[in-house]
């Protein structure tokens, strides 16, 4: 059968499989069920969703039952027979879907072997059996797994398609295989089969499902249009479920439940409903409770899907206390219970019918279902304290269960049986929740139920935005000092908005993981905005303006945050930003507060971000005679780059001066990740394709050890040179090209002049602002390129110029991909991305762009060659860990440019990096004014050459 070929995988091919023969009445075909319908919809729909929808059942056989395999298989093949609606499978006749039930056949039955009770081992086999999607038009809806110890079966793993049966059939199939292990019959007949209810559902069920479908138009009219507003792209897969295991939960609802004369169903359906309620604010809600419709006799112990969604409005206009909801709650859910028996296809024709649109009006709304059993029982109180109860959220445990692709709702709360109390799973969309909404919807659901077990609990307060993790103030990472204040910046009106890493964030994020103190101050990017005394800003004034910002760029309140390993970035809608307020002693000193904002911006920058809770800006004010005259800047190089944080020192002058702006801003972080990951990818998949073409073949690097380097390994040095300054300038004009080209080519030069190789591969940085729009964009977009420059025929400095401006251009038209997906194809070919770069040169031109006024025409050859002799060289920082063998920063200095290094002493030691810089220097100051043919250095210095 289907069964054994595709379900078993092929590691299983040496296990033992046997089959079950069966022989029932009741063979036919029928419409769908109802319920059936809609499971058949939503598994169509949503068919990566077959573990959410596979019912999993595990039957303990004790020891002393003494059930073989033999009897245990005698017992579910008569299980089978018995019940018609597991030997009913589902297929298309004619364009239309039945089922049929056959009379005779064989369920494979995998037997394994287990140890101690094999109550370990069942739930490896339910994973497996559960794990597949089931082939309805050829496969039992049921699969079994036998796990027995000292050969008797110890443990019976059933599997069920909940396109067949429900949780409510799924038990009562188990009742009837533990009498038929322990007795081998049943003396009384089985109830109704899914195919029997079929043919009540399209016969004599209809007045009933035309009473509902009448109810549902009319109450449905009632609630306002509110759809969810959007939160940004979401993640991968988009609907995350958290789950709360709580004792806590248990015993309070049964508690309020009693005192209440309501079911615990009832006391949970209410608590979730006055938290959703309280942070949409809405005054009339939807409730969208699952009903078993098992209240007639004859559907009580029917062994078919028979449950489908219920559907009542509760209005909560005047927000009322716990218990007078709990019995608005109790009406209303009754109120849909009993109109949950209906046609689902004439449900959607009335929608139709009344201009509304299905597939989209509930998803605003919870789905709410309970599956524990029996579900509504009444509730025995249990005798607790308020103090065993507090006592019992201690031990409240949360996780996060396994993402779902697709599903018809925005909002699912599931409440499931775990031992010692309950399970909460809340299932969110996160194109419209913040994922970090969950875990305190959960917990504050506790809460209130706990309250509520003792006293007479009030409407719940809004939560801002439902983010109340979001929206806290998170931790100053610096204490004001002696003669400082702390103000704060206060934002709201946000949107909370939840996505994926952008590119740059995670190709960013690996550095940031992989530097260790102090050195990961370098990823910390410090701005200072100078403020005019004549501007007369004062601290209330300048705090709104850094409020006024906040609030206009999302990303500086978006935090990364990891749920189950997995990254994510989270905007938060409201909050307050901490702002240092630091005065000048002594004005006179200090007049501008230029040296106070120097060390404000190296306090605030040496501390590690901590991404998960704080703000990815820190911002300090220096004031001087009580008027604000520096304003100190420190971002998270992991949420904006260098070109944003320009755009954003732009708008906060404005803002300081006037007060407002009257463009609006441009893609923040989130939208960027959004349009990576719907309208990018081909783009992306494009670079990845040029980043295997051309990295094979690169010769020229820092592939040998040349000695056993210094502790730490890692050095930091710095060139300041007015010559390479003006040499630069001087070399761009004479050829034509870009200043960035000319250091690009005298880097690629020099390496390859001391190294040897033919093909010399440097990386560099590139802003990827190309894209519209991204020239505004607050996000960080930058990427490494691949610059492959051929220099085996040993070229004149100025052809190098060429090659080198030809090959940054392929470099920045393919530095936009997803990291991810590069990493995967270097690994295709057995190349590790994470080491492969590190032999090679990265070169990161970090100067900002100047306005393009002409400048003096530069010193003459004598005068450039003195000022190279001013150069000074100096070492700045020691480093235990760094991703690159040599590094190149090109940096801004006042009158110069700084060239700094960080080498790994064990490829590049520091009399040689010194030598490195240098050589560059004398290459562009020779080029300067002369062809420079190969060697190219007319004078390297010896300290770099070997």
């Known amino acids: 059968m289907r069964f054994a070929d595709a379900v078993v995988p092929a590691e299983w091919a040496d296990e033992t499989l046997v089959h079950a023969p069966f022989h029932g009445a009741g063979a036919g075909t029928a419409p769908l069920t109802w319920a059936q319908q809609v499971t058949w919809r939503a598994s169509a729909r949503h068919g990566s969703n077959h573990r959410f929808l596979n019912l999993r059942r595990t039957v303990p056989v004790s020891a002393r039952a003494g059930a073989d395999t033999e009897r245990a298989t005698r017992a579910l093949g008569a299980l089978v027979g018995r019940h018609g609606s597991l030997r009913t499978r589902v ?73 067949t049966v429900d949780a409510h059939a799924a038990e009562v199939v188990l009742r009837d295989l533990r009498l038929l292990l322990l007795r081998g019959r049943i003396d009384t007949p089985p109830g109704l089969q899914s195919v029997d209810v079929a043919r009540l559902q399209h016969g004599a069920e209809g007045r009933r499902s035309e009473r509902a479908v009448a109810y549902w138009l009319r109450e449905f009219a009632r609630l306002p249009a509110e759809p969810l507003p959007p939160g940004g792209p979401g993640l991968t897969p988009r609907l995350r479920r958290g789950v709360l295991v709580s004792s806590a939960v248990d015993l309070a609802a049964r508690a309020v439940a009693a005192r209440y004369r309501v079911s615990t169903s009832a006391v949970l359906l209410a608590g979730v409903t006055a938290l959703a309620a309280a942070r949409s604010g809405r005054d009339r809600c939807g409730l969208f409770p699952m009903a078993h419709n098992r209240f007639p006799a004859r559907y009580a112990d029917a062994v078919a899907n028979l449950g489908q969604i219920g559907f009542g409005v509760l209005d909560v206009a005047d927000r ?110 996160t194109r419209h929740v913040a994922v970090d909404t969950v875990e305190p919807f959960l917990r504050e659901l506790e809460e209130l139920l706990v309250e509520a077990a003792f006293a007479e609990v009030s409407w719940p307060s809004a939560a801002p935005s439902a983010a109340p993790v979001a929206v806290a103030t998170p931790p100053v990472v610096l204490p004001a000092g002696a003669g400082e204040e702390m103000a704060y910046a206060r934002f709201v009106g946000g949107r909370v908005g939840t996505g994926p890493l952008t590119w740059g964030q995670r190709a960013m994020w690996r550095a940031v993981e992989e530097f260790e103190s102090p050195s990961h101050s370098v990823l910390n990017l410090r701005r200072v905005l100078a403020v005019s005394r004549r501007a007369d800003v004062d601290v209330a ?53 230029r040296t106070a904002a120097a060390a404000l911006a190296d306090r605030l920058g040496t501390p590690r971000f901590d991404h998960a809770s704080e703000w990815p800006l820190r911002a300090a004010l220096v004031t001087v005679d009580d008027r604000v005259r520096q304003v100190v800047l420190v971002f998270s190089h992991s949420t904006v780059d260098f070109h944003a944080t320009e755009t954003v020192l732009r708008d906060l002058r404005l803002l300081v001066l006037r007060g407002s702006l009257p463009t609006p801003p441009g893609p923040q972080s989130l939208d960027i990740a959004e349009r990576e990951r719907d309208g990018e990818r081909r783009r992306g998949d494009r670079a990845v394709a040029y980043w295997t073409r051309q990295f094979p073949g690169l010769t020229v690097g820092l592939f040998d050890q040349v000695g056993p ?90 052809e190098v110029l060429s090659r080198a401006g030809r090959a940054s251009l392929d470099a920045y038209r393919h530095a936009y991909y997803d990291p991810a997906e590069l990493e995967r194809a270097f690994a295709e070919r057995g190349v590790d991305y994470r080491t492969a770069l590190a032999p090679f040169c990265y070169l990161n031109d970090i100067r900002l762009p100047h306005a393009a006024d002409p400048e003096p025409a530069g010193p003459d050859e004598a005068a450039l060659r003195v000022a190279a002799g001013r150069s000074t060289f100096r070492w700045l920082e020691e480093l235990d860990r760094f991703a690159w063998r040599c590094r190149l920063q090109v940096i801004d200095a006042p009158g110069a440019v700084e060239l700094a290094i960080t080498v790994d002493t064990r490829y590049l030691p520091p009399e040689r990096a010194e030598g490195f810089l240098r050589a560059v220097e004398a290459l562009l100051v020779e080029a300067a004014f002369h062809d420079a043919p190969w060697p190219w250095s007319p004078s390297p210095a010896p300290a770099f050459r070997r």
């Open 91 to 163: 297929r298309a006749v004619d364009g239309e879907h039945r089922q049929e039930t056959a009379a005779t056949g064989h369920l494979p039955l995998l037997v394994l072997a287990g140890t101690g009770d094999g109550a370990r081992d069942a739930r490896d086999a339910a994973d497996r059996l559960s794990g597949v999607a089931f082939d309805h038009d050829r496969e039992w809806p049921v699969r079994v797994a036998l796990v027995t110890v000292d050969g008797r079966v110890r443990q019976v793993v059933l599997v069920f398609s909940h396109s």
């Open 320 to 429: 009322p206390a716990f218990p007078l909801l709990l019995s608005r709650v109790w009406q209303a859910s009754l109120n849909g219970l009993r109109n949950a028996f209906y046609d689902p296809s004439a449900l959607r024709r009335g929608f139709a019918d009344a201009d509304r649109d299905y597939a989209t009006a509930f998803l605003p709304h919870y789905y709410f279902n309970d599956v524990r059993l029996p579900v509504g029982a009444a509730a025995a109180a249990p005798e607790v304290t308020r103090r065993d109860l507090r006592a019992a959220m201690a031990r409240t445990g949360f996780s996060w269960a396994r993402g779902l692709d697709r599903a018809s709702w925005h909002l699912l709360t599931h409440v499931v049986d775990e031992p010692g109390g309950v399970g909460v799973t809340l299932t969110v969309d």
């Open 541 to 593: 004034r300048a705090v709104r303006a850094v409020a006024a910002l906040v609030d206009r760029h999302e990303s500086l309140r978006t935090r990364v945050c990891s749920v189950d390993g997995e990254l994510y970035q989270s905007a938060a809608p409201a909050g307050r930003l901490p702002v240092l307020v630091h005065p000048v002693p002594h004005a006179a000193a200090d007049p501008d507060g």
């Open 709 to 798: 380097g210094l502790d730490p390994r890692y050095r930091r040095g710095s060139l300041v040179s007015e010559a390479v300054r003006h040499a630069a300038r001087l070399v761009a004009a004479r050829h034509g090209v870009s200043n960035a080209t000319v250091l690009l080519a005298a880097t690629a030069a020099v390496l390859t002049a001391d190294n040897g190789g033919d093909v010399c591969g440097v990386f560099t940085m590139a802003n990827n602002r190309f894209q519209p729009e991204y020239d505004v964009a607050i996000s960080k977009l930058n990427q490494i390129g691949l610059c492959r420059i051929d220099l085996a025929d040993r070229p004149g400095f100025a």
